[in-house]
């Protein structure tokens, strides 16, 4: 996922500033629905995987996943989401940058997460 983070943080959403106008709403839900075909299964093993190795073994390294997980489901439904609802209705500058900057959060919380997998590896 940070692979996918990335290239929507520094790609995809500041190309939206140059998609003309009149198409982007439809341009913009073919993009959320193939993207959430794309994240969305990602994202829903992610969390079951971090939800069952707490369950399993309550250790400080897999409760620190679990919340990271957590906030990027916070990030991603209760944040990014609600924005990508409003630039579906029409194309506005600052709601752009308000998904660039929640979007550099969740891929910040997502390297993060890996970190503390390959600490846990190690």
Known sequence: ??????ITQ????????????NIFSNFHKI???KMLLI????????F????????????????????LVYLIWILTFFLIVP???QLEKKYDKLLNSKLVKLN???????IVKFFFVLFKVI
Request: hydrophobic residues 55%; aromatic residues 18%; without cysteine.
């Open 48 to 67: 079951l995987i971090a939800a069952i190795l707490l369950f399993l073994n309550v250790d400080f390294y897999f409760l620190i996943q679990f919340i």
């Open 1 to 6: 996922m940070i692979g996918v983070s990335l």
């Open 83 to 85: 924005v990508h609802n």
């Open 104 to 110: 550099g959060y969740r891929t910040l919380v997502w």
């Open 31 to 33: 993009y959320t629905k």
């Open 39 to 46: 994240v969305g299964p990602i994202m829903t093993i992610e």
């Open 10 to 21: 520094f790609i995809t959403y500041p190309s939206f500033r140059s998609i003309d106008i």
